[in-house]
């Protein structure tokens, strides 16, 4: 046990609807990161929040949003969905926002558009 | 960011010794390597990170050779749970904006 807690573990919808996964890091840790893993484009990481603050950014879509609350737990918003959107998403903290080499990684949420 | 090769898969037998290189051949000076390891629907998980030389952990050793463009990382006595992908990562960890880039890592099996 990571420590991170991710919420639902399974989420199925529509195409077109929206959805938020949440993401609650280890006691004391000030980042959290969103990473998206799906069968053809491997694990991606998404984008990172500090303290309240977005800190970087990765290949993340216009339609993809997320923010990080004063109780640092965080919230992914997908909206519009798509078919490819179905892929397990992955929340991870650790405790500075450059600690790129250890991060605490959660159990992920299953996300299926149909 | 540099960019990493691993074999796509391995096979070993319980007890054994496990050996998984990464070549790194962009390395650069402020880069440092770390291995994820990943179960099937599982988020990955952190074994070791080392910057040159030899790394030793509880679980694993990270080998990196002088010219730094490539790492080993060796797992003693593998049993049948290690079975799982295996990330080489590189990267500034710094300067980086803390972000992890993963590659196609390598599916280990242990078989009996």
């Known amino acids: 046990d990571s420590g991170v807690t991710q919420t639902p573990k399974h989420l199925i919808t529509a195409t077109g609807q929206r959805v938020t996964l949440r993401c609650s890091p280890r006691s004391g840790d000030l980042s959290v990161y969103w990473y998206q893993q799906s069968l053809d484009q491997g694990l991606q990481f998404l984008i990172q929040?500090?303290?309240?603050?977005?800190?970087a950014k990765g290949n993340i879509l216009e339609r993809f949003s997320a923010q990080q609350f004063p109780d640092l737990h965080s919230e992914l918003n997908l909206s519009s969905l798509e078919l490819g959107d179905s892929a397990l998403y992955f929340c991870a903290s650790s405790v500075a926002p450059l600690a790129g080499g250890e991060q605490y990684f959660g159990p992920g949420t299953r996300l299926t558009v149909t | 960011l540099a960019k990493t090769t691993q074999p796509i898969s391995m096979d070993s037998y319980e007890g054994q010794e496990v050996n998984i290189t990464c070549s790194h051949n962009n390395i650069a000076t402020n880069d440092y390597i770390t291995w994820y390891q990943q179960f099937p629907s599982q988020g990955p998980r952190f074994i070791i990170q080392g910057y040159k030389t030899k790394v030793t952990n509880e679980v694993a050793s990270l080998f990196i050779p002088a010219d730094r463009k490539s790492s080993t990382l060796s797992l003693p006595r593998v049993s049948l749970s290690d079975t799982a992908v295996y990330y080489c990562?590189?990267?500034?960890?710094?300067?980086?904006?803390?972000?992890?880039?993963f590659g196609q890592g390598t599916e280990l099996s242990v078989k009996p």
């Open positions: 990562l590189v990267g500034d960890p710094f300067n980086q904006g803390g972000k992890l880039i």
């Open positions: 929040y500090y303290n309240g603050e977005e800190r």
